[in-house]
């Protein structure tokens, strides 16, 4: 259960691109220099983000990447999908030596995991680039705080989703 940096850099280039793109094309050259990300990783992304339709490129002089569709109608799940990313937490059970076993335990982690992996794919569909970019904004406008904060006990907590309750079995 682990986003790689190749899923980190494609959604922090395209809420980049989202950002300072105002309908006009970004170089990836500007993104590469704001975000520090090397300039050809960020080709490779932008290639796999252009072939699964979440960016356009406009070529010659002024030319660089735009949004292919609405900031709303873009999500984290389509951006993490289109560069290959994987984090379905029960991906490595299957097939495992673990099921062989075919144990009560098994079975209960098994369901847990699966059950985990739902939540996380529709927390990251439900979860638009622009509502990350909202978010940003309202953040800045409120004094010294970033993007996540801790509560009373000491616990971290998202600037983006209030908490989801408990999730039973």
């Given at each position: 259960?682990?986003?790689?940096?190749?899923?980190?850099?494609?959604?922090?280039?395209?809420?980049?691109?989202?950002?300072?793109?105002?309908?006009?094309?970004?170089?990836?050259?500007?993104?590469?220099?704001?975000?520090?990300?090397?300039?050809?990783?960020?080709?490779?992304?932008?290639?796999?983000?252009?072939?699964?339709?979440a960016v356009k490129s406009?070529?010659?002089?002024?030319?660089?990447?735009?949004?292919?569709?609405?900031?709303?109608?873009?999500?984290?799940?389509?951006?993490?999908?289109?560069?290959?990313?994987n984090i379905n937490p029960?991906?490595?059970?299957?097939g495992s030596e673990a099921?062989?076993?075919?144990?009560?335990?098994?079975?209960?982690?098994?369901?847990?995991?699966?059950?985990?992996?739902?939540?996380?794919?529709?927390?990251?569909?439900?979860?638009?680039?622009?509502?990350?970019?909202?978010?940003?904004?309202?953040?800045?406008?409120?004094?010294?705080?970033?993007?996540?904060?801790?509560?009373?006990?000491?616990?971290?907590?998202?600037?983006?989703?209030?908490?989801?309750?408990?999730?039973?079995?």
């Open positions: 259960m682990r986003l790689t940096s190749k899923g980190r850099y494609a959604v922090r280039a395209m809420l980049d691109l989202t950002t300072h793109s105002n309908g006009n094309p970004v170089r990836l050259q500007e993104i590469s220099t704001r975000q520090n990300i090397s300039l050809h990783y960020l080709e490779q992304l932008f290639r796999k983000l252009r072939n699964g339709q406009v070529r010659g002089p002024g030319g660089g990447y735009v949004l292919a569709r609405n900031q709303d109608q873009i999500t984290i799940k389509d951006v993490l999908d289109c560069v290959g990313e029960a991906r490595d059970i299957v099921e062989a076993a075919n144990s009560l335990e098994f079975h209960l982690s098994k369901n847990y995991f699966m059950n985990l992996g739902i939540i996380m794919k529709e927390y990251l569909a439900t979860t638009s680039l622009g509502d990350l970019v909202r978010k940003t904004k309202e953040t800045e406008a409120e004094a010294g705080i970033g993007a996540s904060s801790t509560d009373s006990a000491g616990i971290m907590t998202s600037a983006i989703r209030n908490p989801i309750g408990e999730i039973n079995q």
